[in-house]
């Protein structure tokens, strides 16, 4: 069956079609039959160089044998068992040993349930009720953090869904990125402020980039208030660097949360910090915390063969740094809005300079993003299909896709 006639039947079944809103490309989104490497083939037969990866988690590209071998050698010996596994201990122990601020983890199934978690335990380890969030962040999709980008610094928290009840989401507190004054002022005024949690690069309306020495700031502001920071590092663990944001900026946060590359590309997501707030989680301490899944020893195994992967093979972050500078030095001199990269993150905002938050990534012209996301897709290039999704490449990509990516970028916005 073809993707149109897929997406049909699948209206039928699923609200919009799809099990995940992102996912609903217009007219009909294209329908995979299988991937590998750098690619896609679709079940209308097309080719695409994939630029989504699964919207960030396989920085080795699809398939990869290593991590392949590594599932299927986990399936042999089963893939649930509802009792603590071996494997929990290498990745944890990773994750500790990478990570400077981290010295214990839970294991969850996805980003949002390890936010929530690290929201109910600030909550518990402060005593307070009230936490701050920025404006367009994004930390998955659960009550708490589903509050659009509002009217300010101080505003209270307006639902972003339907269904989310207005009393809870007073409790979000929202500032601009960038902003260290706004979060001061804001803390100054506030004595309930359990936690400020934050991507350190916005990955899911970017990337927007910290200003020089924002994170800093954020660290000292936070500390000096007794407001615990809580680092989001789902898109940028193991994506910016072995470390993530915490070793690249230097920034050493209270708690921490990740997913997508921690499991290889399968369902995970974990939550850390200090070990006097993390033994309040249950049946360590006060702090419920529980599920079905969490450790999945599939998920695990993936997960721990992609980071030592990327242990031995350092150099893959210098590789994708240098793929997506080729790419931003066509995109740039295509003077159509601005080229923003780090690592193997990169996007191409339809705005003149480089966004630095919320606000101004919603200057963007959306329909001339529409029309080259469109042209790109025809060039064989699959993007993520919104202007505010963060690009990414996988260390399957290859020279050739590469040249490929950038000339398309090139004849793409010049067209
Ligand atoms: N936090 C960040 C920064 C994310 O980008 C995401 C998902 O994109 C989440 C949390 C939620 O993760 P999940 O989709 O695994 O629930």
């Avoid at 099990?19 to 009909?28: E, G, L, M, N, Q």
């Avoid at 590998?36 to 037969?45: C, F, K, N, P």
């Avoid at 997913?259 to 301490?285: C, D, N, S, W, Y």
């Amino acid at each position: 069956m073809k993707s149109s006639d897929l997406f049909s039947r699948a209206k039928t079944l699923m609200p919009g079609g799809v099990s995940s809103p992102v996912r609903a490309i217009k007219p009909y989104p294209f329908y995979v039959e299988r991937a590998a490497g750098s690619r896609l083939t679709t079940v209308d037969g097309v080719d695409l160089i994939d630029c989504c990866l699964g919207y960030g988690p396989l920085i080795l590209g699809h398939a990869h044998p290593e991590i392949r071998e590594a599932i299927e050698r986990q399936l042999a010996k089963g893939w649930l068992y509802g009792t603590p596994t071996p494997l929990e201990l290498d990745l944890a122990g990773m994750l500790v040993d990478d990570h400077p601020a981290i010295e214990m983890v839970r294991f969850v199934s996805s980003g949002s349930e390890a936010t929530m978690a690290a929201i109910r335990l600030a909550r518990g380890y402060t005593g307070r009720q009230d936490i701050v969030k920025v404006e367009g962040g994004f930390h998955g999709a659960h009550d708490a953090v589903l509050v659009k980008a509002g009217s300010g610094a101080t505003t209270l928290g307006v639902p972003d869904s339907a269904g989310v009840l207005p009393d809870l989401v007073a409790h979000t507190r929202q500032v601009p990125y960038n902003d260290p004054e706004a979060l001061e002022d804001l803390l100054s005024k506030n004595d309930d402020i359990a936690a400020f949690i934050l991507e350190p690069i916005m990955g899911n309306v970017g990337p927007v980039l910290p200003d020089d020495g924002y994170l800093a700031a954020v660290r000292e502001i936070t500390a000096a208030h007794d407001v615990l920071l809580i680092l989001d590092e789902v898109i940028t663990g193991y994506r910016v660097g072995i470390g993530g944001a915490e070793v690249l900026y230097g920034v050493k946060p209270d708690l921490a949360t990740f997913g997508k590359i921690i499991g290889g590309g399968l369902p995970i997501g974990a939550f850390g910090g200090r070990r006097e707030i993390m033994e309040l989680v249950a049946p360590a301490g006060p702090v419920y915390q529980a599920g079905t899944f969490s450790g999945n020893p599939a998920s695990l195994a993936a997960g721990y063969a992609t980071l030592r992967h990327l242990h031995e093979h350092p150099e893959i972050y210098r590789r994708l740094d240098e793929a997506t500078r080729a790419i931003g030095e066509v995109a740039t001199d295509a003077h159509r809005g601005s080229f923003v990269r780090i690592g193997s993150l990169f996007k191409h905002f339809f705005r003149g300079e480089p966004p630095r938050n919320y606000r101004e990534v919603k200057e963007c012209d959306t329909e001339a993003f529409s029309r080259f996301w469109r042209a790109m897709l025809d060039a064989g290039i699959f993007l993520p299909p919104s202007q505010f999704e963060t690009n990414f490449l996988s260390a399957a990509h290859t020279k050739e896709d590469i040249e490929q990516i950038a000339d398309a970028y090139g004849s793409c916005l010049f067209a």
